[in-house]
């Protein structure tokens, strides 16, 4: 069965901390993987993929995300956190069917 | 560039009430996917189509109906509505590729339906 999942609900940093968000897959063909950022009372947002070739895949915001097939992870980092990344993350999986989504973690930064 | 639309945003219902969500896409986008966002729940899939005229069942269908009559065009519909069913509801599409491939999901702002 296919499924994704995100390790911590919410997750807090302080302002220039590293940030690391947590999520394993599981699938039974070769995954796509997705990493979105949704703002409040706003749609999602792609901030990376991996689809194939190189496992680290870098997104928008300075966010990057490696692909570790023997650990079944799609791990989402940045290295210093800003203000303005506060907001709900949502890994997704596409197994060439649909997508599938993790259940989001809400990122809080402290200043 | 509007890329995904949908309308209404926001909806109250009562109990029993019927409505329909709209969706429209200007990216020629054979895919299109509605979803429902509960918390602590991510992101469930009510219907999707692969095409004009054709649609399928997703993860929670029950209560929902959907229409593809146009590509840019995609319809959820509620015959009668319950609060179990007040959530936010996306639509998404994407394009396929060849052979299966699709490209990452472009989303709607959301619609937020309150049933009374």
Redesign the interface.
Known sequence: AQSVTQLGSHVSVSEGALVLLRCNYSSSVPPYLFWYVQYPNQGLQLLLKYTTGATLVKGINGFEAEFKKSETSFHLTKPSAHMSDAAEYFCALFTGNQFYFGTGTSLTVIP | NAG?TQTPKFRVLKTGQSMTLLCAQDMNHEYM?W?RQDP??????IH?SVGEGTTAK?EVPDGYNVSRLKKQNFLLGLESAAPSQTSVY?C?SSYRGRP???G???????SRLTVL
């Open positions: 995904v996917y979803y602590g729940m991510g992101l469930r899939l999707y997703g996306f998404a299966f491939y699709t990452e999901l472009f989303f709607g702002e959301g």
